[in-house]
C-alpha cells in the first residue's frame, strides 16, 4: 500500500511541475487593417486559432488597424477559447513607414503585466522600432521582440545589427525575435546572435508568396523568421501553408503575402 502511495504522490508532484508547450506564431499580415472584411479574418481566424501567441507585423498605423486586431480577437473568442490582445503605438517613422506591431494571446496559463513598449532606445538606428513585451507562462517570464525591418534594398542589415547589439546588451532570460527580415537567416548580420545561443527556427524554408505560380512554385523568398535564445526548449517549427495549390495563390494573397511563421517550445 505504501508503494502506491509513493507512487501516487511522485504522479502528482510530476503533474504540478510538468512543463506546459506553448506555440508562438510571427506573421506579417499584410496591410492589416480596414482593408480586411469580415470573411478574410474568418479566415485568417482559422489559420492560427490553434496557437497560443500571435505576433503580427504591418498593423495599420491609422483608423483601420487597432479595429481589425480587435476584430480578429473577437472571431477567435468566439471559437472556444478566451483571447487578449495589445496594439504598440504607432512607430516614430515617416508618414507611408509608420505602422503599429500587435500581439494576440490564448489567456489560459499565459498573463502580462504591462502592455508592451516600442523599444524607443533604438529610434534613430531603425525605421520601425522593434515592439516587446514580456508573457508569463505558467509564471516564467518570456521576452517576445515583434520586427518588421525595412525593404532589403534599404539596408536592413544596420537594423538588424543595431537590435541585435541590444538584445545582447541589455536583455536577458528567455527570448524570441520574430518578424519579418527582409534578410534571410545564413546572413552575416545574424552571427552575433548565433554567437550568444541564438538559434532561427528555418533554414533556408522560402515564406513570401509569389504574384503568380511558376511551374508549381508560388513562394518566393527566405525573410520571415523567429530566433530563439538557448534557454528555451525548441520542440518544433515550420509555416502554415494556407496556400497550398496554385489555383489558390490570389485568394490566399488577399489575406497576405507572407507565411505565419511558428514555434513550438516550452521554458525550463
Known amino acids: 500500500m505504501k508503494r502506491y502511495l509513493v507512487l501516487a504522490i511522485a504522479l502528482y508532484s510530476f503533474s504540478l511541475f510538468a512543463q506546459h508547450e506553448f506555440t508562438l506564431v510571427s506573421w506579417n499580415i499584410r496591410d492589416f487593417g480596414k482593408t480586411k472584411n469580415s470573411k478574410e479574418l474568418e479566415q485568417i481566424a482559422e489559420i492560427v486559432r490553434d496557437v497560443d501567441i500571435i505576433a503580427i507585423q504591418e498593423v495599420v498605423a491609422g483608423y483601420g488597424g487597432a479595429q481589425a486586431v480587435a476584430r480578429l480577437t473577437d472571431i477567435l473568442n468566439r471559437k472556444g477559447s478566451k483571447w487578449d490582445y495589445v496594439i504598440s503605438n504607432p512607430t516614430n517613422s515617416s508618414k507611408y513607414v509608420t505602422e503599429r506591431y500587435a500581439f494576440i494571446w490564448r489567456t489560459t496559463n499565459i498573463k502580462i503585466k504591462n502592455r508592451g513598449t516600442l523599444i524607443t532606445a ?18 516564467k517570464v518570456l521576452k517576445v521582440i515583434n520586427f518588421h ?17 541590444h538584445i545582447v546588451n541589455a536583455i536577458q532570460g528567455p527570448v524570441l525575435f520574430a518578424g519579418d ?26 515564406t513570401t508568396l509569389k504574384r503568380e505560380c511558376i511551374g508549381l512554385n508560388y513562394l518566393n523568398y527566405a525573410i520571415d523568421n523567429i530566433f530563439y535564445s ?9 509555416v502554415l501553408d494556407f496556400v497550398l495549390t496554385c489555383d489558390q495563390l490570389d485568394q490566399a494573397r488577399k489575406l497576405s503575402d507572407h507565411l505565419p511563421v511558428f514555434i513550438k517550445f516550452s521554458l525550463n
Do not use: C, W
Open 181 to 206: 527580415f527582409n534578410v534571410m537567416e545564413q546572413d552575416p548580420v545574424f552571427d552575433k546572435l548565433k554567437n550568444k545561443g541564438f538559434t532561427p527556427v528555418l533554414f533556408d524554408q522560402k
Open 230 to 238: 538557448k534557454d528555451i526548449n525548441f520542440l518544433e517549427s515550420g
Open 122 to 139: 533604438l529610434d534613430s538606428e531603425v525605421e520601425r522600432e522593434p515592439f516587446t513585451i514580456n508573457f508569463y507562462l505558467d509564471q
Open 149 to 165: 525591418s525595412r525593404p532589403y534594398n534599404k539596408n536592413p542589415e544596420a537594423e538588424i545589427r543595431a537590435i541585435s547589439h
